[in-house]
């Protein structure tokens, strides 16, 4: 009972905080909450094996991929603050967070490599909960998780076309999405 009640009250802290993108299908943000509420269930589901037989293989496995999920946030989101030129208000795309509001096209640091380093560390973070305690439930979610990160990956993608124009579209062919040299 007490996890229906954190993800309903979590669940509605989300749509406040996701409140622009949710009327705009075609947003980011609106395929980003949808994996926020599959990692909040993955969380709520696995919390109470998080520090349950810490040597275990697939402990050591959820801890790497949990701290390894920090290295793309705190990389992705330095190097959008310091040469992203944030703009306050940035035409065509109101539902964008402060972060977000970037003028000047990233490409270098982790963005050399990965396009989306914020969307990577939501990966790594939902499989590091994955591998807490493994069911099919689990799984499901972690791999709806997955499938809604890349459909926040796609559809940033092409807002970042409609922005940027030929300047992205060169860039996309020099990285990768969230796996340097791989995917």
Same mark, same amino acid.
């Given at each position: 009972?007490?996890?229906?009640?954190?993800?309903?009250?979590?669940?509605?802290v989300?749509?406040?905080?996701?409140?622009?993108?949710?009327?705009?299908? *075609?947003?980011?943000?609106? /395929?980003?909450?949808? !994996?926020?509420?599959?990692?909040?269930?993955?969380? %709520? $589901?696995?919390?109470r094996?998080?520090?349950?037989? @810490? $040597?275990?293989w697939? +402990?050591l496995i959820?801890?790497? #991929?949990?701290? !390894?999920?920090?290295?793309? #946030?705190?990389?992705?989101i330095h190097? $959008?603050?310091? *040469?992203?030129? *944030?703009?306050?208000k940035?035409?065509?795309? @109101?539902? &964008? /967070?402060?972060?977000?509001?970037?003028?000047? &096209?990233?490409?270098?640091? =982790?963005?050399k490599?990965?396009?989306?380093?914020?969307?990577?560390?939501?990966l790594? #973070?939902?499989?590091?909960?994955?591998?807490?305690?493994?069911?099919?439930?689990?799984a499901? $979610? !972690? =791999?709806?998780?997955?499938?809604? %990160?890349?459909f926040?990956?796609?559809?940033?993608?092409?807002e970042?076309?409609?922005?940027?124009?030929? +300047?992205y579209?060169?860039?996309?062919?020099?990285s990768?999405?969230?796996? @340097?040299?791989?995917?």
């Amino acid at each position: 009972m007490w996890n229906g009640i954190a993800f309903i009250v979590l669940t509605l802290v989300l749509v406040y905080i996701s409140r622009k993108s949710l009327g705009s299908p *075609q947003s980011h943000g609106f /395929y980003r909450f949808l !994996a926020w509420e599959c990692i909040l269930g993955l969380f %709520l $589901l696995n919390m109470r094996f998080w520090i349950y037989k @810490p $040597l275990a293989w697939n +402990q050591l496995i959820a801890w790497i #991929l949990l701290f !390894a999920s920090f290295i793309p #946030l705190g990389f992705g989101i330095h190097f $959008l603050r310091t *040469q992203g030129k *944030q703009a306050e208000k940035r035409e065509g795309d @109101p539902a &964008l /967070y402060g972060f977000e509001k970037t003028t000047n &096209l990233v490409t270098n640091g =982790i963005y050399k490599y990965i396009r989306h380093p914020l969307y990577c560390s939501l990966l790594l #973070l939902t499989w590091g909960i994955f591998f807490k305690h493994i069911t099919l439930t689990v799984a499901t $979610l !972690a =791999i709806t998780a997955t499938i809604f %990160l890349v459909f926040t990956a796609k559809a940033d993608e092409a807002e970042c076309i409609r922005f940027f124009g030929s +300047q992205y579209k060169d860039y996309m062919k020099r990285s990768k999405m969230f796996i @340097p040299y791989i995917f």
